[in-house]
């Protein structure tokens, strides 16, 4: 994934030290009465499946920055019905020394349109999959998409 050219700026003036920054994931759903699919992207860095995601810019809302994500990454237009899961990620460290921390937002989002592909570098395929025959998937995302799956309740919160 490129760095936001806001958090290049932020990284010149203080350096590779720990970021907290507002991360977004998305579980789409298509919508299909009694066998819903889930829209999962295999990722270009790290070679797994995972739930669109990305970062909140700058004066832009959580809610519009996933939908933006999900429609730059794979082509598919979205509405987010509720937020399911907000929690904090663990300290993440690159290969470059650069640290962060996500406070993660995780969408139950609504399929609009759009058909879904490979729309810029973080991925190299974009599918739909029945919740039957979802990939392998680490336990941050299952976590994820089973929030995402109840149509109704509370956000999850971790404490």
């Known amino acids: 994934m490129p760095t936001p050219d806001y958090i290049t700026r932020i990284r010149r ?9 507002p991360g977004v994931s998305a579980v789409v759903l298509d ?21 669109p995601s990305g970062i909140v810019e700058p004066g832009e809302q959580p809610a519009a920055s996933i939908v933006r994500e999900v429609r730059e990454g794979t082509g598919v237009i979205v509405a987010p019905e ?3 899961l907000l929690t904090g990620a ?4 690159y290969p470059n020394g650069d640290q962060c921390q996500f406070i993660s937002m995780t969408f139950r989002c ?8 490979v729309a810029d570098e973080e991925s190299t395929e974009v599918r739909w999959f029945g919740l039957a ?16 799956l109840a149509p109704t309740g509370p956000t999850v919160f971790d404490v």
């Open 133 to 148: 025959e979802l990939p392998e998937l680490s336990a941050r995302h299952r976590r994820r998409v089973e929030c995402g």
């Open 31 to 51: 919508g299909v009465p009694g066998a819903p699919r889930i829209l999962l992207g295999h990722r270009s860095d790290n070679g797994h499946w995972e739930l």
């Open 110 to 117: 609504r399929y609009l349109g759009g058909e879904a592909h």
């Open 90 to 93: 663990v300290d993440v460290v």
């Open 82 to 84: 509720r937020l399911v």
């Open 13 to 21: 003036v203080y350096g590779s030290g720990l970021l907290l920054l």
